[in-house]
């Protein structure tokens, strides 16, 4: 773990990789956000797809492989995308969920058709735009890193500008429409964010795996909080660890792609969340349901003590735990019985036998009356 430590802060690739996997989970954790929570979390997919056609074109038009520029005909690509998405589903009959499958297939099909055709060209150049397919982080420069940082920024104050707004967008559109908000221009600005957050990390986990890192994080920190603003810190909490945690793991041994584990690092973040967050966690649910289960046996037990009560003379009489099990449908009674006795409504007389107390025979009484 040292030696990792170590490896984080002064070597050089680590480092760099680190930062640029931190930059990605952070910028698109905190807007994948706005995504999960309006169901649309196939847009990061059918976006990061429609990046590809963009990369290309922007190669063959410049020649240049700087980040900058491939960045810029990616958001390009990605937000014409975008555009189509709105008019398709504004102007026809097309589900969304159909319309993003469109998007997603024609815009990546023609990418590959652009990057087949430059892979059978003689130019040298063109190598390495394959990468974008599934990312290649450890390419990551120092230069690559600031950019990723300045553009997903960007992103980020306008968000924070547009905050207000984009939770209208998000929980109710008609009521922000009708105070005056342009929640069409609203919607397009949010996915144009969304399609920044996705062309920053194409080079680092590819086009096949960007969707993962929209939506994973929000999915993940949706687990732990109701409220907009801790989910939407939890999320590029949740991006950023993972961004780190995948750029020292695959530093470990060869063939360990970052990209791939980065996700993997992110999907086990998620599956923590489901299973363990206090407010959605299955296991937490689980535990809750058996609790309730036994708590709903405390007036069962207490009144077949009070049934047996009445058969003697003495209505504080014990009775052996045995006989309430087999007046008791369901197994529990002697830890129904302990809850009971803490409540002061039963006590122990030995090893098994039971009766009620004076308060406990008022409250079973209550209850039989109420039940006649």
């Known amino acids: 773990m040292l030696e990792l430590l170590n490896d984080l802060l002064f070597d050089y690739t680590i480092r760099t990789v680190a930062l640029g996997a931190a930059t990605l989970g952070l910028v698109s954790g905190a807007l994948g956000t706005f995504a999960v929570l309006r169901r649309q979390s196939l847009l990061g997919d059918a976006m990061s797809h429609a990046a590809l056609p963009g990369v290309v074109i922007a190669f063959m038009l410049t020649g240049s492989k700087a980040p900058l520029v491939l960045i810029i005909g990616?958001?390009?690509?990605?937000?014409?995308?975008?555009?189509?998405?709105?008019?398709?589903?504004?102007?026809?009959?097309?589900?969304?969920?159909?319309?993003?499958?469109?998007?997603?297939?024609?815009?990546?099909?023609?990418?590959?058709?652009?990057?087949?055709?430059?892979?059978?060209?003689?130019?040298?150049?063109?190598?390495?735009?394959?990468?974008?397919?599934?990312?290649?982080a450890a390419t990551l420069l120092e230069r690559d890193v600031v950019t990723m940082a300045v553009v997903g920024g960007l992103a980020l104050l306008i968000m924070a500008f547009l905050w207000k707004e984009f939770k209208l967008l998000s929980f109710d559109q008609d009521f922000g429409a009708s105070l005056g908000f342009p929640m069409r221009a609203l919607e397009v600005v949010l996915m144009s964010l969304f399609v920044i957050a996705i062309v920053i990390g194409l080079q680092a986990v590819g086009v096949i795996l960007m969707s993962a890192m929209l939506v994973a994080p929000a999915a993940a920190a949706r687990q732990w909080t109701d409220r907009l603003s801790v989910m939407v810190l939890l999320a590029a909490v949740f991006g950023a660890i993972?961004?780190?945690?995948?750029?020292?793991?695959?530093s470990l041994g060869r063939g360990l792609a970052t990209g791939p584990v980065v996700v993997l690092c992110i999907s086990a973040i998620v599956l923590i969340s489901l299973l363990f967050a206090p407010n959605r966690g299955l296991v937490w649910a689980w535990g809750r349901r058996q609790q309730n289960r036994r708590r709903l046996r405390l007036k069962p037990v207490l009144r077949d003590?009070?049934?047996?009560?009445?058969?003697?003379?003495?209505?504080?009489?014990?009775?052996?735990?045995?006989?309430?099990?087999?007046?008791?449908?369901?197994?529990?009674?002697?830890?129904?019985?302990?809850?009971?006795?803490?409540?002061?409504?039963?006590?122990?007389?030995?090893?098994?036998?039971?009766?009620?107390?004076?308060?406990?025979?008022?409250?079973?009484?209550?209850?039989?009356?109420?039940?006649?």
């Not at 589900?95 to 055709?117: N, P, Q, Y």
Request: with cysteine; aromatic share 10%; proline share 3%.
């Open 74 to 136: 990616a958001a390009i690509a990605g937000w014409l995308g975008t555009l189509c998405l709105i008019a398709i589903v504004r102007y026809s009959r097309i589900k969304e969920d159909s319309a993003l499958g469109l998007i997603l297939s024609v815009f990546f099909g023609l990418g590959l058709m652009l990057l087949t055709f430059l892979q059978r060209s003689p130019d040298a150049r063109q190598a390495g735009l394959s990468n974008f397919l599934f990312g290649q």
């Open 242 to 250: 993972s961004g780190v945690a995948g750029a020292m793991i695959s």
């Open 305 to 372: 003590l009070y049934a047996l009560a009445n058969q003697h003379d003495d209505p504080y009489y014990a009775h052996p735990i045995a006989t309430l099990r087999t007046t008791t449908a369901g197994g529990g009674v002697h830890w129904t019985l302990t809850i009971l006795a803490e409540l002061g409504w039963v006590q122990r007389i030995d090893q098994t036998h039971w009766a009620l107390t004076p308060e406990g025979y008022a409250e079973a009484e209550r209850l039989t009356i109420e039940i006649e």
